[in-house]
């Protein structure tokens, strides 16, 4: 897992790795540094005898938001440093990675150890997909528009399923994670949910079906935005999906600009324009109980990391289906504690639980993510407003 975060960024030049075009985005250097230093602070450092940072200075750089163990370089400014360089940090990880053997090789049977192993490497995940869509916007900002890995293959251009809506029975269900397995804190604790009766979209909305609604002007009906969408259509002026070009036939992807595969979902859309593209099509964005259900009783199978596209593609199967991967799919909950909800004691339990006010539960895993880090119960969470991110979505209705 950790050659993996390496093997992503083997395309990259020294000088792809500083870049930060805004302040949501790291610079890739960044991400292979902060996911050691956690190893380092979290894990090293408490477990193993006379160990030694690789050099005390970089705690401050490379800390994200762990207000509780220290100051931190601000966010914004990440791509600002241009040092310490790529090569030092690349020796920085080979440093954390022989004393984590060490480490292992003395203490596998302690469990608070295993646990924050385990966390460690869940964390790393998180940040090899950040990684790929960090550099995504970065090589989109610049006007040569150069490509990440030109021999990514093309996902088949095969017909999408027609849009249908699959009855979904309600009642008492359960959600969140159960005793077994990994989960962060923040998918606890199972507990019941009362779902009316609704329905399901078969597949994510395309982007054939997402030009429909610019064509009919969706950009420009103020009755179909939430307030704070529309000010942001007002005030960036959103007339399509980021990536998208003007004339809406091409779109950036990690393989540079390519045309528009019609079939396959739409996707860096904010909820925003979920939310408005649901009450143009008549509809809604599915809950997040209504969601998991759904996934829980269905096997991971999708197009997630390991298919090799790193884009979107066509819905294959009938039925329910792109529960898992493609895109990190928008809905309609808020996203916020569940009933009985306790952090990971200590400062481990700043990972999740300060962040929830303002955001949105998003859900299924995209394009970019491994196979073995998504589930059911996974619970991830932007701002309505953010784009840049594999987001797409479903639709749901209420059953008639």
């Known amino acids: 897992m950790r050659a993996l975060s390496e093997h992503l960024a083997r395309t990259l030049m020294p000088e792809d790795q500083v870049v930060q075009t805004m302040p949501d985005v790291s610079p890739t250097k960044w991400h292979l540094a902060h996911v050691t230093w956690f190893f380092e602070h979290f894990v090293l450092q408490p477990y193993l005898p006379g160990y030694r940072p690789f050099d005390e200075r970089w705690h401050y750089l490379f800390n994200s938001y762990y207000y509780t163990v220290g100051a931190m370089h601000p966010r914004p400014e990440r791509g600002l440093l241009t040092r310490p360089t790529v090569p030092e940090i690349l020796a920085f990880r080979?440093?954390?990675?022989?004393?984590?053997?060490?480490?292992?090789?003395?203490?596998?049977?302690?469990?608070?150890?295993?646990?924050?192993?385990?966390?460690?490497?869940?964390?790393?995940?998180?940040?090899?997909?950040?990684?790929?869509?960090?550099?995504?916007?970065?090589?989109?900002?610049n006007p040569l528009g150069p490509a990440y890995d030109v021999q990514l293959e093309r996902p088949p251009g095969v017909e999408a399923p027609g849009l249908e809506f699959i009855p979904c029975v309600g009642g008492e269900v359960e959600i969140g994670a159960g005793d077994t397995g990994f989960h962060f804190d923040n998918e606890t604790p199972r507990h019941r949910v009362r779902l009316p009766a609704h329905r399901l979209a078969n597949r994510l909305v395309t982007n054939a079906d997402f030009r429909d609604f610019i064509d009919d002007g969706g950009y420009q009906d103020a009755a179909l935005w939430l307030a704070d969408g529309w000010a942001h259509v007002q005030g960036e002026r959103w007339q399509r999906p980021l990536y998208w070009s003007e004339d809406l036939a091409q779109e950036f992807t990690l393989a540079g600009w390519q045309p528009i595969l019609a079939s396959a979902p739409v996707c860096h859309v904010s909820f925003y324009e979920a939310d408005a593209f649901a009450r143009w099509a008549g509809a809604r964005l599915p809950l997040e109980a209504e969601w998991e259900t759904?996934?829980?009783?269905?096997?991971?199978?999708?197009n997630l990391l390991?298919?090799?596209?790193?884009?979107?593609?066509?819905?294959?199967q009938p039925g329910l289906t792109q529960l898992f991967g493609d895109v990190w799919e928008w809905t309609g909950s808020p996203y916020v504690a569940y009933p009985g909800f306790r952090p990971l004691a200590g400062s481990l339990g700043e990972y999740n639980g300060k962040f929830?006010?303002?955001?949105?539960?998003?859900?299924?895993?995209?394009?970019?993510?491994?196979?073995?880090?998504?589930?059911?119960?996974?619970?991830?969470?932007?701002?309505?407003?953010?784009?840049?991110?594999?987001l797409g979505f479903r639709l749901a209705s209420d059953t008639p």
């Open 356 to 390: 929830m006010c303002n955001q949105i539960s998003v859900r299924g895993g995209s394009c970019l993510t491994s196979t073995d880090h998504i589930r059911a119960s996974y619970r991830s969470f932007f701002y309505p407003h953010q784009r840049w991110q594999m």
């Open 294 to 302: 759904a996934a829980a009783a269905r096997p991971i199978h999708g």
């Open 94 to 141: 080979a440093h954390v990675d022989d004393a984590m053997q060490r480490l292992l090789a003395s203490s596998a049977d302690d469990p608070e150890v295993a646990t924050r192993v385990t966390l460690g490497l869940h964390h790393e995940q998180q940040h090899q997909e950040l990684l790929l869509t960090d550099i995504k916007h970065v090589f989109w900002t």
């Open 306 to 316: 390991e298919s090799g596209w790193l884009r979107t593609a066509p819905a294959t």
